[in-house]
Nanobody, 115 residues
Framework: QVQLVESGGGLVQPGGSLRLSCAASGSIFGINAMAWYRQAPGKQRERVALITNGGTTNYADSVKGRFTISRDNAKNTVYLQMNSLKPEDTAVYYC?????????WGQGTQVTVSS
């Protein structure tokens, strides 16, 4: 079992920045990769950024150059630094962990980009 707890969401003006955190606990040594997804109202959930155990990262085209995923192994935490935020980045952001073939999700944190 893996537990994921997100934090750091909120309201920010266009062009602003936010950093999301995802603290993992439980059987974390079995995690292969972690990622951030988001889901806007009326839209499908989409993967925003991924980081593997080897440190390889991957980003959705819509966030390349603006978002950065990173991790602190000592704190069992993954971060998503979001810069130059746009109104279209507004969504609920979910932390995801892949444990073998099992998917674990956090509860989600709301990010709203609005003036």
């Amino acid at each position: 079992q893996v537990q994921l707890v997100e934090s750091g969401g909120g309201l920010v003006q266009p062009g602003g920045s936010l950093r999301l955190s995802c603290a993992a606990s439980g059987s974390i040594f079995g995690i292969n990769a972690m990622a951030w997804y988001r889901q806007a109202p009326g839209k499908q959930r989409e993967r925003v950024a991924l980081i593997t155990n080897g440190g390889t990262t991957n980003y959705a085209d819509s966030v390349k150059g603006r978002f950065t995923i990173s991790r602190d192994n000592a704190k069992n935490t993954v971060y998503l630094q979001m810069n130059s935020l746009k109104p279209e980045d507004t969504a609920v952001y979910y932390c995801h962990a892949l444990y073998g073939l099992i998917n674990y999700w956090g509860q989600g944190t709301q990010v709203t980009v609005s003036s």
